[in-house]
């Protein structure tokens, strides 16, 4: 064999290329051993070069392109490694150091040295996996709770069991539309609601459990009352120096100290509202969500959580290794075990993190304009611009520049006199059209895959001179002319438009008060006054204060609604896409749906009243697929075309037919709503075989 030398990395490896009568082979000699290196393109014939740049990164350059090998921290447990479903819901350690896990669909699995084997299962359909204080293997499944021991198996409690745990010696906690006891072989139900879906066992045999409407603790054989109210906990984890850390579905990740919580969110720097698992190590807090596994350093948060400020938290997607990034509730559904090594609980498969392989750049990377454009034509970036009299249509390109999952970096921009900040995204080109006299400012900033921002705020001023006609001058005097001559006649006509436009938005605003809220609010009255009389005879039912509070917050949406669709600072495209993108994520249960959406030339303003009936039909097509489906997953996709915007949403659910007269099914609705604004509905389902509605209206003529 011819042996070609490459480079030496900075660990000392010598990487090189062994030529054979067969394909060469790129290898790398470390440690007295010899390794082949796989990139994955068979048809390489010839290995050029090798470098290692300051973050790490193996670049390999051949006849077949060039090539980056990173080192991942990331290792999947899967299909190919033997679990007979690859959507895990829950793990746990076993005494021997290896792992129980929990999957929808494929029973109980035992994980060691990266392979999984079958355990036999009275269930398929698992919720929570854990072991009782007599080593019997715990269960909680779709159909009840179980025992597993010495080949015998005992339903502990019928129904739900969402979360199981050994709360003391003998006893076992039940979690799922309430919460039940299991003490020496006696079942007993503690409460009927709220839905549990953590519990979290403590040194005194009590225990923390988390609800949808917040979270108690079980003391005393009985349930508390909510120390967090209005809540949905999902994921309860110890933290060290007391307190808990709470993941939630909706409110982002929390911390419970000294009977107070506070919550962090995706807009100060998490990755989602919607965190399934928390998990502490000796420096970090780990969490999972629907996008991704994020960590944030331990000292930030617990500053941030305490004065309000931002987090920077490192993201784990696909380009890390993961096979989706979507995982998903269970109890619990992540561990770290002795060996300090992480598990979650995903989609696609258990998947385990070597804390300590995640390298982190030290120095943070500066955010940079590459090239600007005026009118498609390149301009210097080496001074101010000063652009001649005109409508310009000006492009930015920018990039932060890492290696280190650069795909991973967002940028935000702000123009104007003076800027402010936009909404964060991963674009990297930025088109404002129609620039036209005046001073400006382009202000850019950026943060990498760890969300760090980056080391400055990039920016470029520029001006645009006015026309002739356009300087103030010259314009006073044309205008004190017209004033003169045609003054009374434009403030007449203008007058009179303006009480027409202003009467119609009126009666329209009151009509949708009157109609949408009027009746609602006059029913939740009349609920108060008779509670009220209740009250001074009995004590109150809760359950009826629990109704009044879910009617207000009915109003409170729709009121929200109301208030958007008036407002002009949503009147563009871009707005109506993202809050129909918001509108999702509250309606529906995070893991069950996925939307697209995209944006064809340039951004249109777009009247109240065409997105008030576009937006409404929305919503209506999103309620049939959420309340009649019975879906278990739900595709949403929108398009503001060139023409036309349109959007589609198909699910897997029961279906229906769209020519019978069945009451509820909205069509009606929407009909009346396409029609309103010159547009057109499609509905293509059949029983049993799901549904996809298409809607498509033409943006109106300005």
């Not at 000699?29 to 393109?41: F, H, I, K, N, R």
Request: glycine share 10%.
């Amino acid at each position: 064999a011819l042996i070609i030398p490459l480079a030496v990395d900075a660990d000392g490896a010598l990487w090189f290329e062994e030529r054979t009568d067969e394909a060469p082979r790129l290898k790398v000699y470390s440690g007295g051993a010899v390794q082949t290196v796989g990139l994955g393109v068979p048809e390489i014939t010839v290995y050029t070069s090798m470098f290692q740049d300051r973050e790490g990164t193996i670049w390999i350059g051949s006849d077949r392109g060039l090539f980056a090998i990173r080192e991942s921290p990331l290792r999947v447990v899967g299909a190919e490694e033997g679990l007979q479903a690859p959507l895990v819901k829950a793990i746990a350690e076993d005494s021997d150091g290896s792992l129980l896990v929990g999957t929808w669909g494929g029973g109980v699995a035992r994980v060691s040295a990266g392979r999984a084997s079958p355990i036999s299962s009275p269930e398929r359909l698992i919720h929570s996996v854990g072991r009782s204080d007599d080593g019997a293997l715990l269960l909680g499944a779709s159909t009840g709770a179980y025992s597993l021991a010495a080949e015998r198996t005992i339903q502990l409690f019928p129904g739900l069991a969402r979360a199981i745990v050994a709360s003391s010696p003998g006893t076992v906690l039940i979690g799922g539309g309430g919460l039940a006891e299991v003490s020496g072989g006696e079942a007993r139900e503690v409460s009927q609601e709220p839905k549990v879906w953590a519990l979290l066992a403590q040194q005194d045999a009590g225990a923390w459990v988390g609800t949808e409407r917040g979270l108690y603790r079980y003391e005393s054989a009985a349930l508390s009352e909510p120390v967090v109210p209005e809540a949905w906990i999902v994921s309860l984890a110890p933290r060290d120096g007391g307190g808990l850390w709470l993941g939630s579905n909706g409110l982002g990740l929390g911390r419970f100290m000294d009977d107070q919580v506070q919550f962090i969110s995706s807009e100060r720097g998490i990755l989602s509202d919607g965190v399934w698992c928390v998990l502490e190590t000796r420096d970090d807090i780990w969490y999972s969500t629907n996008v991704g596994v994020g960590v944030v350093r331990k000292t930030e948060l617990e500053q941030a959580l305490q004065v309000g400020s931002d987090v920077v938290s490192r993201s784990f997607t696909e380009l890390d290794g993961l096979p989706s990034r979507e995982f998903n509730r269970g109890a619990p559904s992540c561990l770290e075990d002795r060996y300090g090594r992480l598990y979650f609980a995903s989609i696609e498969g258990l998947v385990e993190i070597d804390p300590e392989r995640r390298g982190m750049p030290e120095a943070k990377a500066e955010v940079r304009l590459v090239s600007v454009e005026v009118d498609g034509l390149p301009v210097e970036l080496n001074a101010d611009l000063s652009l001649p009299p005109g409508s310009h249509n000006i492009t930015f390109r920018y990039t932060l520049p890492t290696l280190s999952a650069p795909t991973q970096a967002v940028f935000r921009y702000g123009f104007g006199a003076s800027p402010e900040m936009g909404a964060w995204s991963g674009e990297r080109v930025t088109t404002l059209t129609g620039v036209g006299r005046g001073d400006y400012v382009f202000a850019l900033e950026g943060r990498d895959a760890w969300g760090r921002p980056s080391s400055n705020r990039a920016s470029i001023s520029m001006s645009v001179a006015p026309f002739w006609h356009q300087r103030m001058d010259v314009r006073g005097a044309v205008g004190l002319f017209l004033v003169g001559l045609l003054g009374a006649v434009v403030s007449t006509i203008s007058k009179a438009r303006q009480v027409k436009v202003l009467n119609e938005e009126r009666l329209r605003i009151a009509s949708d008060l009157h109609d949408e809220l009027g009746s609602k609010l006059g029913a939740v009255t009349l609920k108060l006054d008779l509670l009220g009389s209740e009250a001074e005879r009995s004590p109150v039912d809760p359950a009826k204060v629990s109704g009044l509070a879910t009617s207000l917050r009915s109003i409170s949406a729709q009121f929200r609604d109301i208030v958007w669709m008036i407002n002009p600072e949503h009147d563009s495209d871009e707005r109506l896409l993202l809050r129909m993108r918001e509108h999702v994520a509250k309606t529906l249960a995070p893991g069950t749906w996925e939307f697209d959406w995209s944006i064809a030339g340039r951004n249109r303003t777009l009247d109240a009243s065409w997105r008030r009936h576009l937006f409404l039909a929305f919503k209506e097509a999103l309620y049939n697929a959420q309340r009649h489906a019975a879906a278990e997953r739900i595709s949403i996709s929108a398009q503001a075309g060139r023409e036309a915007f349109e959007f589609e949403i198909a699910d897997n659910g029961v279906g229906f037919d769209p020519e019978s007269d069945s009451p509820g099914n909205g069509l009606d609705s929407m009909a009346r709503r396409a029609a309103e604004i010159d547009g057109q509905i499609l509905v293509d389902s059949t029983p049993g075989n799901g549904c996809r509605i298409q809607f498509r209206a033409p943006y109106p003529r300005t």
